[in-house]
C-alpha cells in the first residue's frame, strides 16, 4: 500500500523507478567499496552513502517519495562532510559534489511524479530552487578562495645583471637556452604587458618532418628551440633534419638530412636543437658552422651558409660518438639535446635508452674539437684517468649515469656544468659502483680544456626514483653579503632549487641533509638523510588520502582504495616489493627539460613545474619473464618500445623490472589520481627564493574522461613539458602545457595577456629575437605523444603589428 498523499499508478512512473535504479546501482558500488576502503582505514563516508542510495533507491522503484527525502538527506550530510575535509578547494569538491548534486536535482524533479500532496511538491520545488542558489553562492564562494592574492615584489636585484655577452640573449638567440649560460631571458623590451595583446603570427613554416608510420607516430615529440643568428634561424626535426630560414620570412634556405631510420628512435624522436661556431679568424666554407647530435649519435657539421658538410669535421662532416661504446642496440644511445660549445669543445651526452639493462651503454662525457671533430677527451666516471678513447678491446664501462639534456657553460672559467642522470636501471641500486652513487642526479663540472673533474654537487642520494637531473643550471652572478659571486641556479625533478658557486660547487643558500624513509626492498642501500634545499622547492605538501580524485565518488573512492592499498610514506617512499608504492612527485617533475627561466635584471626566476605523483610497481624477474618483458634488441617482434616511460621496463641484470602508472591514472577513464593543479608557473625572488606568484598553468580543454577532450577553458593546471623565455619587456613566453596554447604573462603579476591555439603541441621552449627592428616571438608546435598532444611540423612565428 502507498502512504497517504503518494501515487499508486500512472504513465509517468517509469522516471523515479529509473532513477531508483541507478542510485540502488551506485549505492551498491559505493557500499562495496566503501566497506572495502573502511577496513583500510579509510574514510567511512563511501560506505555509508552507499547505504543511504540503496534505501533510496528501493524507495523510488517502489513509488515512495520518502526516497526523495532520504537522498536530500543524503546530500546534506555529503555537503557537510565534503566542506569538513577540504573546505573551499574548488578543484577537490568535485568529485565530492557535483555527481550527488545532479542526482538531487533528478529526485526533486521526480518529486511530483510521487505524490499529489502539494505541500511535498512545495517542499521539493523550494529545494530545487534553494540548491540552485546554494550552488551559486558556493561557486562563487570558491572563486573568491581561489582568487591570488596580491604578488610580491622582488628583493632589491641592483648588481645582478652580468650583460658579458654569455648571460643575456639579445638581437639573437645563439644557444640553446639563449646563451650557454641558459638564462633564457633576452634584453629585447619592444612587447609589453601593454602591447602584448596585439600579438599576430607573423608567418608559419612546415619542416616536413612528420611520422609516416604508425609506430613512429607513438614516438614523436618536436622539442626544438631555433637558434638565430644574423639573419637566419636554425633548427632540428624530431629525426635530425637541420633547416635553416630567413628570419624575417620563415622562408626556407636549405636543409640537410643526415637520414636517421625509425629504428634509432629512442624514446621519443626528438632534437632539442642544434649549436652555431664561428671559428676564430677563420673564413671560407664553413667559418660558421651548425653542428647537431643524432638519434644514431653521429655529431654533424654543415656550414651555417649552405647546409653544406663541412668536409675538414671527422670523415666528411660527421662523427660516429658510439667508437668505444661498445655494443648496443639501435636506439639505446642517442643524442636527443643540443651540444654545448665551450672555448672551441664541443661537449656531448647521450640518451641511453632508461630501464632496459643493467649493463646499458656508458653514460661517457665526450669533448670533440668544433673545427676538426677530433676527440679532445672523454670523462668516463669510474675511470677518472682515462683521457680519451679506451684501449682496443675495451669500452667505456657500461650502465654509468648518463647526460641526456644539455650542459651550460661558463667560456671565462672554461667550464662545462653536466646534469647527471642515474645508472642505467633506474629503481634498483645494489649493483651500483661507489663511483657511480657518488656521481648519480648530480651536477658535475668539468674542465672543458681536458675534460677533468673540477666539482661536483649532489642533489639526490643513490637515487631510486628516477630523479635524475633534466634541466640545465642556469648562471647568474648572485649577491651575498662578501659581494656578488658567480653562481647557478640548479632544479630538480624532485622540485628543489638550489644556488651554487659555480666555481667551487659550494652551495650560496642553504642545503639540509634531512631523515627520509627506510625500508623497501634494498634497507641497506637507502641513504638515511637526503639533501634538502632552503632556498626554494616546488614541491608541495606529501600526498593524503583527501587529495585522491575523480569526476565522481566512485571514481574518488576506488583512488582512496589504491592510496590505501598502497605503500606510502612520504617524500622518498622507498620501492617496495609488496604491491604497488607511490612515488611523489612523480618522474616528470618538478623541474623537467624545460629548466628555468631567470631575469636578472629585476632578479626574478620564472619555473613551470609538474605536480602529479608515479603509482609504481616492482615486478619480480620471473613474472616480468612471463610477460615478456624484455630489453631493445632481445624483444620478441618489433623493436620500438612501447607506453610511457617506465610502463613495462624489464631492467635486466636486477631482480625486478619495473611497471610506472605516470601521473597515476585511473584505468578506465583515464583520469588522474591526484587532484588538480597538475602543473603550475611560479616567480621566485632571484635573492631571497621568496614565492612572487604561483598560478596553476594550463587550461583543461584537451583534457577528460576516456581521453575525451573537455574543451572548457578552465586553468586546472595541466601537466607540462618545455620551458619559459623572460624578456626586459616584463613578458614571459610559454607553451609547454597539454592545451597547445601559446601564452603571453605578466612577469609582475602572473596574470596572462595574450593567447594562440598552436597547429600542434607546444611541447618546446620558445625564443625570442629582433631583425629589421621587430621583436618575433618563435615556437615549435609539434606535439609529443607522451603529452597525448597533436602531432605537427609547424614552427610559427608572432610578432607585433607593423
Not at 200 to 220: C, I, S
Not at 526 to 544: E, G, I, Y
Not at 717 to 735: D, K
Not at 764 to 789: D, R
Request: proline share 7%; charged share 15%.
Amino acid at each position: 500500500m502507498p502512504l497517504n498523499g503518494e501515487r499508486s499508478n500512472g504513465v509517468a512512473s517509469w522516471p523515479p523507478r529509473l532513477l531508483g535504479a541507478a542510485f540502488l546501482l551506485i549505492g551498491l558500488v559505493l557500499a562495496v567499496g566503501g566497506a572495502w576502503l573502511a577496513v583500510l582505514h579509510g574514510s567511512p563516508y563511501y560506505g555509508l552513502a552507499g547505504l543511504g542510495l540503496i534505501v533510496s533507491g528501493v524507495l523510488l522503484i517502489t513509488r515512495r517519495i520518502t526516497g526523495v527525502w532520504l537522498y536530500a538527506a543524503v546530500f546534506a550530510a555529503t555537503l557537510v562532510w565534503a566542506l569538513w575535509e577540504v573546505g573551499l578547494n574548488g578543484w577537490a569538491l568535485v568529485p565530492r559534489l557535483v555527481g550527488p548534486l545532479v542526482l538531487l536535482w533528478l529526485a526533486l524533479a521526480c518529486a511530483p511524479l510521487l505524490t499529489v500532496d502539494r505541500r511535498a511538491r512545495k517542499l521539493a520545488g523550494g529545494l530545487f530552487a534553494g540548491s540552485l542558489i546554494l550552488t551559486m553562492v558556493g561557486v562563487a564562494a570558491v572563486a573568491i578562495a581561489a582568487a591570488p592574492g596580491k604578488p610580491g615584489e622582488p628583493s632589491s636585484a641592483s648588481g645582478l645583471l652580468a650583460m658579458d655577452g654569455t648571460m643575456a640573449a639579445g638581437a639573437d638567440w645563439t644557444a640553446y637556452g639563449g646563451t650557454y649560460g641558459a638564462q633564457r631571458y633576452s634584453t629585447l623590451a619592444q612587447i609589453t604587458p601593454e602591447n602584448a595583446g596585439q600579438l599576430r603570427r607573423a608567418w608559419l613554416f612546415h619542416t616536413g618532418d612528420m611520422p609516416d608510420t604508425p609506430e613512429a607516430k607513438k614516438q614523436y615529440g618536436a622539442e626544438t628551440t631555433p637558434l638565430k643568428v644574423g639573419d637566419a634561424l636554425y633548427l632540428c626535426t624530431p629525426k635530425n633534419v637541420m633547416i635553416a630560414l630567413d628570419a624575417a620570412t620563415g622562408k626556407e634556405r636549405w636543409r640537410f638530412d643526415p637520414k636517421v631510420a625509425d629504428i634509432h628512435i629512442p624514446y621519443t624522436a626528438a632534437c632539442r636543437g642544434v649549436a652555431y661556431y664561428a671559428a676564430p679568424n677563420a673564413s671560407g666554407p664553413c667559418a660558421r658552422r651548425i653542428i647537431e647530435g643524432t638519434l644514431d649519435a653521429r655529431l654533424i657539421a654543415v656550414d651555417a651558409g649552405t647546409g653544406q658538410p663541412c668536409a675538414g669535421f671527422g670523415f666528411g662532416g660527421q662523427v660516429d660518438t658510439n667508437q668505444g661504446v661498445g655494443k648496443a642496440a639501435a636506439g639505446m644511445f642517442s643524442i636527443t639535446s643540443a651540444p654545448t660549445i665551450v672555448r672551441g669543445v664541443v661537449v656531448t651526452g647521450h640518451q641511453v635508452l632508461d630501464g632496459q639493462r643493467r649493463d646499458a651503454p656508458s653514460g661517457v662525457i665526450q669533448g670533440y674539437d668544433a673545427v676538426t671533430g677530433q676527440l679532445r677527451w672523454a670523462w668516463d666516471m669510474t675511470r677518472p684517468d682515462l683521457t680519451g678513447a679506451p684501449p682496443p678491446g675495451q669500452t667505456y664501462t657500461r650502465g654509468t649515469p648518463n647526460m641526456w639534456t644539455t650542459a651550460s657553460g661558463d667560456e671565462a672559467l672554461g667550464l662545462v656544468y653536466l646534469p647527471l642522470g642515474n645508472s642505467a636501471v633506474d629503481y634498483w641500486s645494489s649493483t651500483r659502483s661507489p663511483l657511480e652513487k657518488a656521481h648519480s642526479s648530480s651536477l658535475v663540472a668539468l674542465d672543458v680544456t681536458t675534460g677533468k673533474k673540477v666539482w661536483s654537487f649532489q642533489a639526490v642520494h643513490n637515487d631510486v626514483w628516477d630523479y635524475d637531473l633534466g634541466s640545465q643550471a642556469t648562471l647568474v652572478n648572485f649577491p651575498t653579503g662578501a659581494g656578488t659571486v658567480p653562481a647557478l641556479v640548479l632544479p630538480g625533478k624532485q622540485g628543489d632549487l638550489y644556488v651554487l658557486d659555480r666555481r667551487t660547487g659550494a652551495p650560496l643558500t642553504g642545503v639540509v641533509e634531512k631523515p627520509v624513509p627506510q625500508g623497501g626492498v634494498e634497507p641497506q642501500q637507502r641513504a638515511p638523510t637526503q639533501p634538502f634545499s632552503l632556498f626554494h622547492t616546488l614541491r608541495k605538501a606529501d600526498l593524503t588520502e583527501k587529495r585522491m580524485w575523480g569526476m565522481s565518488p566512485i571514481d574518488q573512492m576506488i583512488c582512496r582504495i589504491q592510496f590505501r592499498r598502497a605503500t606510502y610514506k612520504g617524500f622518498y617512499t622507498p620501492p617496495e616489493t609488496k604491491g604497488h608504492y607511490v612515488e611523489y612527485p612523480g618522474y616528470n617533475g618538478g623541474s623537467d627539460w624545460g629548466g628555468i627561466a631567470v631575469d636578472p635584471a629585476r632578479g626574478v626566476i620564472v619555473a613551470n613545474y609538474n605536480d602529479m605523483p608515479n603509482y609504481n610497481r616492482l615486478v619480480p624477474r620471473a613474472e616480468a619473464d612471463k610477460k615478456g618483458w624484455a630489453p631493445r634488441g632481445e624483444e620478441r617482434g618489433g623493436s620500438m618500445k612501447k607506453g610511457a616511460e617506465g610502463a613495462g621496463d624489464p631492467q635486466w641484470g636486477s631482480p625486478y623490472a619495473i611497471d610506472v602508472n605516470a601521473g597515476w591514472r585511473l584505468p578506465l577513464t583515464g583520469l588522474l589520481c591526484k587532484e588538480p593543479p597538475y602543473g603550475g608557473l611560479t616567480a621566485i625572488d632571484l635573492r631571497t627564493g621568496r614565492t612572487l606568484w604561483d598560478r596553476p598553468f594550463g587550461s583543461a580543454r584537451n583534457n577528460g574522461p576516456f581521453g575525451i577532450p573537455s574543451r572548457l577553458p578552465i586553468e586546472i593546471g595541466t601537466p607540462n613539458n618545455g620551458g619559459a623565455v623572460v624578456t626586459a619587456g616584463g613578458v614571459i613566453f610559454i607553451a609547454a602545457a597539454t592545451d597547445d596554447l601559446i601564452r603571453a604573462v605578466d612577469l609582475k603579476t602572473g596574470k596572462t595577456l595574450w593567447t594562440d591555439h598552436l597547429p600542434g603541441g607546444g611541447q618546446a621552449t620558445p625564443m625570442t629575437y629582433e631583425i629589421g627592428g621587430k621583436q618575433y616571438l618563435v615556437i615549435m608546435a609539434g606535439g609529443h605523444h607522451f603529452m597525448e598532444t597533436k602531432i605537427s611540423d609547424a614552427l610559427v612565428a608572432y610578432a607585433l603589428p607593423s
